[in-house]
């Protein structure tokens, strides 16, 4: 089945700085999809990008997939940013449910 | 808020023992996905039902089954419960059969003592 890398798996930032999250994956997909996991648990969809860019106040994303990469940024990055992020795909052809990547850690100190 | 409900938020049992969960799906959505998040698998497919009918299955064990009904609520059972069975269980819904934006639930945590 499909592969998704997640990188860095941990990453510690200062409140106020910037970072990007990159998602690799193996096949060509349909579907995927950005998400925040926050300290409760929730599972907060942050962005449906197949391909192309898209922003959502301090957060952008960007999905080249011809090349099999997304990249998530944050920007002026807050406390309650931190959690982790998870990137999920859907393979092209049969596949219905989105492959997750084992997530970054994010932690904003403040 | 995505609109997807799960119940119970948690539920503590013991090995052995049966457990249903619940999940509403977002209005006007067919498609229901299981999914669940444990520490050493993290967040896996179990199984996928559209309009009533099961259309997919990742890692289900045969321990586990689900169902979809005309009001296209579903239910994931659980038994003969292991430890190892302890953990996050996402509902996910989406408006068609494949491809779409699928939404989460708050999610039943599980814990088998």
């Known amino acids: 089945g499909i592969q998704v890398e997640q990188s860095p798996p941990d990453l510690i930032l200062q409140e106020g700085a910037n970072s990007t999250l990159r998602c690799n994956f193996s096949d060509s997909v349909n579907n995927l999809q950005w998400f925040h996991q926050n300290p409760w648990g929730q599972l907060i969809n942050l962005f449906y990008i197949p391909s192309g860019t898209k922003q959502n106040g301090r957060l952008s994303a960007t999905t080249v997939a011809t090349e099999r990469y997304s990249l998530l940024y944050i920007s002026s990055s807050q406390t309650t940013d931190s959690g982790v992020y998870f990137c999920a795909v859907i393979s092209s052809g049969s596949a219905r449910q989105l492959t997750f990547g084992s997530g970054t850690q994010l932690t904003v100190l403040p | 808020d995505s609109g997807v409900t799960q119940t119970p938020k948690h539920l503590i049992t013991a090995t052995g023992q049966r457990v249903t969960l619940r999940c509403s799906p977002r209005?006007?959505?067919?498609?229901v996905y299981w999914y669940q998040q444990s520490l050493d698998q993290g967040l896996q497919f179990l199984i996928q039902y559209y309009n009533g009918e099961e259309r997919a299955k990742g890692n289900i064990l045969e321990r586990f089954s689900a169902q979809q009904f005309p009001d296209l609520h579903s239910e994931l059972n659980l038994s003969s419960l292991e430890l190892g069975d302890s953990a996050l269980y996402f509902c996910a819904s989406s408006v068609a059969l494949a491809y779409n934006e699928q939404f989460f639930g708050p999610g039943t945590r599980l814990t088998v003592l």
């Open positions: 209005s006007g959505d067919l498609s």
